[in-house]
């Protein structure tokens, strides 16, 4: 017998094969008697591709550039929304490929009641700075009710932020990076609409460093959940899509912080990408970046993020020059910027290379020298190593290491962030005489194992 849920899965799976099918240009020829086999998470998108393993043949006409779960939802009529009390976590980057919002494209679906927004930090428009809390409030473009899940109090949605809602609509861009809260904030939703009785569908979007890095840290276990930034027991880096983590959550016990028999019945839905391979970075994807928060305005910005963002939480490291290169300028207001440039380049950290910036400035905080960090191979590039060649080099160059006269608020924050306490406290303990390389080895054979773990998750290849 098929459990109901899954039959439900099959169900949405064939009907977005045939919707996708017509969208992309495709042919679908059968021989007669032949049947199109139930496509699973995995097999589905294959099959949009033309690697069916059924008997039947599939000629497919690409699209352009990569269909987000968005637009697949589009393309499918809202089929599963119909009739449905809608509420929508989004942001704006949750946007469809030609640009309209999230909130456009569900306000005007055709049978489909969008009764609520949900925000997140940064707002549903991404009019606050990082870390401003802000209450429910009124959408003044929309006249829809706004509910914070950035509040100060939860960031899961309560029941009463929940009533009259039959499902919460999740499109969040995420940067493929552990402590990026937006994934975070998935998390959190899905325990409180589970524990609600309220459905989650979780519309997919690309990991715009791709589906194969993974690297840094994984996130200490008792550490997991503390804040959004480390929801998940997973690298810094960790090669997913915001979809596929949604999937690893819902599946694998003791991660929701809910009863397990919430997480059993609580229903989810993810409607996966089209075109999107994990091969991929996100110029390959055609689609055209929106800025995520103020800091992440580029796809530059993005592989930045987890080179240089770990590497600023203690001592005088900063990022961005002036008020250019955010993540990919570096300077040390301890340092004279060509010392800083020969020191990195003494650790022969591979993939990397440095170039000398200056701009104009007229912020005092802001120096506008420093160095941009050029990823010069993709292939050899470990995207988290830069920051701990910075923290060992914060050592050499504050005199007094900080990472041992940390508070423990600061410490704390630091492990939240970092993921490993054990290297936190080595780091306190022998400062700039810490082995890199030795760390790095030890987390690469980790990662490989998470990966390995994980792939029973993976919606594509």
Not at 232 to 243: A, C, E, K, W
Request: net charge positive; charged share 20%.
């Amino acid at each position: 017998m098929v459990h109901p849920f899954r039959f439900r899965s099959l169900i949405i799976r064939g009907l977005c094969l045939m919707i996708l099918m017509s969208l992309c240009g495709c042919h679908a020829t059968q021989t007669p008697g032949a049947k199109l086999a139930p496509a699973s998470s995995s097999s589905y998108s294959a099959a949009i591709e033309n690697k069916s393993k059924s008997s039947s043949t599939l000629h497919v006409e690409a699209p352009s550039s990569v269909l987000t779960g968005l637009d697949v939802l589009e393309a499918g009529h809202f089929l599963i929304l119909q009739g449905k009390r809608v509420g929508l976590l989004t942001h704006p980057a949750g946007a469809n490929r030609r640009g309209v919002s999230a909130v456009d494209v569900l306000r005007h679906a055709p049978g489909v009641k969008l009764v609520a927004l949900f925000g997140t930090e940064h707002g549903v428009y991404d009019e606050l700075s990082a870390s401003t809390i802000y209450p429910d409030h009124k959408d003044a473009i929309t006249g829809l009710p706004i509910f914070s899940l950035y509040n100060g109090r939860t960031h899961r949605p309560t029941k009463a932020q929940l009533k009259g809602i039959d499902v919460l609509v999740i499109d969040l861009q995420d940067i493929g990076v552990r402590s990026y809260t937006f994934t975070g904030a998935m998390k959190q939703a899905m325990e409180g609409c589970f524990e609600n009785n309220v459905d989650v569908v979780v519309l997919d979007r690309p990991n715009p460093l791709g589906g194969l890095k993974v690297d840094g840290p994984l996130l200490d276990a008792p550490w997991i959940g503390a804040a959004l930034v480390n929801e998940f027991p997973v690298p810094y880096v960790h090669g997913l899509t915001i979809g596929e983590l949604a999937r690893f959550v819902k599946e694998t016990p003791g991660i929701l912080r809910i009863p397990e028999i919430s997480r059993v019945k609580g229903h989810l839905t993810v409607i996966p990408m089209v075109g999107w391979q994990r091969k991929m970075r996100w110029p390959d994807t055609g689609l055209t970046w929106i800025k995520t928060s103020t800091n992440i305005p580029t796809f530059a910005a993005v592989m930045g993020y987890p080179m240089t963002g770990l590497g600023t939480i203690m001592g005088h490291f900063s990022s961005g020059v002036g008020t250019q290169y955010p993540f990919r300028g570096i300077y040390n207001q301890n340092i004279k910027t060509d010392v800083l440039k020969k020191d990195l380049e003494n650790f022969n950290i591979p993939g990397l290379q440095y170039r000398l910036v200056s701009v104009p400035t007229t912020q005092a905080s802001k120096s506008g020298q420093g160095l941009f960090i050029e990823v010069a191979d993709w292939d050899l590039w470990r995207p988290t190593e830069l920051n701990f060649y910075m923290m060992k080099l914060t050592c050499k160059y504050d005199g007094k290491n900080p990472y041992a006269l940390a508070s423990k608020v600061a410490s704390d924050g630091f492990i939240k962030h970092v993921g490993s306490s054990t290297f936190f406290h080595e780091l306190a303990q022998r400062g700039s005489r810490i082995d890199i390389e030795a760390y790095m080895k030890r987390w690469q054979a980790e990662d490989a194992l998470y990966q390995q773990k994980t792939r029973a998750f993976w919606l594509y290849k």
